[in-house]
């Protein structure tokens, strides 16, 4: 069956570094360009980051440009965002979410806590 597992959150002090991973199965991972999407505590979804299925091409928003990066080993059905620089505002559960034309699936989501 289709699953999108994310982990690496946690607790972390401003200024931190976290790395993000999801790892995929029962699909074929390549296929899929992948995005990381969060979700702050009261506030909807907003759009974090995307990455083509090559794995050459990205994009971030504004509010992540120059901090995170995202990357993905297709050997291994792995996406991962290396985020540097935390901010709280960066508080939320991040998802990654795989989309095609035909189809879609969304991981369960990690928890991402930047405090003091």
């Known amino acids: 069956q289709v699953q999108l597992v994310e982990s690496g959150g946690g607790l972390v002090q401003p200024g931190g570094s976290l790395r993000l991973s999801c790892a995929a199965s029962?699909?074929?991972?390549?296929?899929?360009?992948i995005d990381w999407v969060r979700q702050a505590p009261g506030k909807g979804l907003e759009w974090v980051s995307a990455i083509n299925t090559g794995g050459g091409s990205t994009n971030y928003a504004d509010s992540v440009k120059g901090r995170f990066t995202i990357s993905r080993d297709n050997a291994k059905n792995t996406l991962y965002l290396q985020m540097n620089s935390l901010k709280p505002e960066d508080t939320a559960v991040y998802y990654c979410?795989?989309?095609?034309?035909?189809?879609?699936?969304w991981g369960q989501g990690t928890q991402v806590t930047v405090s003091s």
């Open positions: 029962g699909f074929t991972f390549s296929n899929y360009a």
């Open positions: 979410n795989a989309w095609s034309r035909r189809d879609g699936y």
